[in-house]
């Protein structure tokens, strides 16, 4: 007799694809951020699939050989230097934890003979201040799209906020007298504080005359009904005041590049600069910080000793 529909075996699955579903559940377990987690599925998803279709169907199997084609496999398929490293970090993580939970006590952890792929340094383009200007001449006053349009653009660029954390504050999250910024939930759910100058603090205002009485739970940046505005839709806020102004439609994280670039430039050190931006080091600075020849010749006559001695 032919077994029933409720009856049929279940789709065998892999030792491979079970190591990483229990990878991946220890990451929850840790309680990282669902984006994190995405990004450990998704990656891992991908390293499994192409070792099974190597004939490699557990993680004590894998060899530096199946990594190299892997990476390999990774470039001709048309991922960028970037997406290949984003892709191999999580592929690190996931064999580092197999090799401390379940790998055999001699398992010679294949990472150990494969060199992480090499990325080229490039260097990330910061908003024009020349385009800046001109968006901003697009937003009428005294309308609320107008006047939320015009803070949002010089929140952007005043706070260095990323735009995830941008568009998540509150009301309550700005103090407008001391322009103080709680950033609740930063990268790896880390708060910190940042700031908006008077000009910006003014904007705010501004914008927040068109908002009535609020609670201070109420999201900052709304739409005209009052609901949060979402990524999409701050996102279309830049895109359609560029469009409006005539210049090239600006990334919402290069408002963010052009933060840090012009703070450095406006005399704070680095340790100021990467507490603003919620960095873990200073190394992840380097790509921010697009220097000029003239930015490194006004350096070098700040700093010239041959310039400072009495000859």
Request: proline share 6%; charged share 25%.
């Amino acid at each position: 007799m032919a077994p029933s529909a409720n009856n049929q075996p279940s789709p065998q699955v892999e030792p491979l694809s079970r190591e990483v579903a229990e990878f991946v559940l220890d990451r929850r377990a840790r309680n990282l951020t669902p984006k994190t987690l995405l990004w450990y599925d998704q990656s891992l998803t991908i390293f499994a699939a192409f070792l099974e279709e190597q004939g490699v169907v557990t993680t004590e199997a894998v060899t530096p050989g199946a990594l190299r084609r892997f990476l390999l496999n990774l470039q001709e398929r048309g991922h960028n230097p970037g997406g290949v490293r984003n892709i191999w970090g999580a592929v690190k993580a996931y064999l580092r934890w197999y090799g401390g939970e379940l790998a055999p006590p001699d398992w010679p952890n294949p990472l150990r003979r494969v060199e992480t792929p090499r990325t080229p340094q490039v260097q990330m383009e910061p908003v024009p201040i020349d385009s800046l200007r001109a968006m901003l001449a697009t937003c009428r006053r005294r309308t609320f799209t107008g006047d939320r349009d015009r803070a949002i653009l010089l929140g952007l660029l005043d706070t260095g906020c990323r735009a995830s954390e941008f568009r998540a504050l509150n009301l309550g999250d700005v103090d407008l007298g001391t322009g103080a910024v709680l950033v609740r939930r930063g990268k790896g759910r880390k708060a910190r504080s940042t700031f908006l100058g008077a000009k910006a603090r003014q904007a705010l205002l501004r914008y927040l005359r068109h908002r009535g009485e609020l609670a201070d739970g109420a999201p900052l940046w709304a739409t005209r009904g009052g609901t949060r505005l979402t990524y999409a839709g701050l996102r279309e806020v830049v895109r359609r005041r560029a469009v409006r102004a005539g210049v090239d439609v600006p990334s919402l994280h290069s408002f963010r590049h052009a933060f840090a670039l012009n703070a450095l430039r406006n005399g704070v050190d680095l340790v100021s600069l990467q507490r603003l931006l919620g960095h873990a080091d200073l190394s992840v600075l380097r790509r921010y910080l697009a220097q000029t020849d003239g930015d490194l010749a006004a350096a070098h006559r700040k700093a010239s000793p041959v310039d400072r001695l009495k000859l």
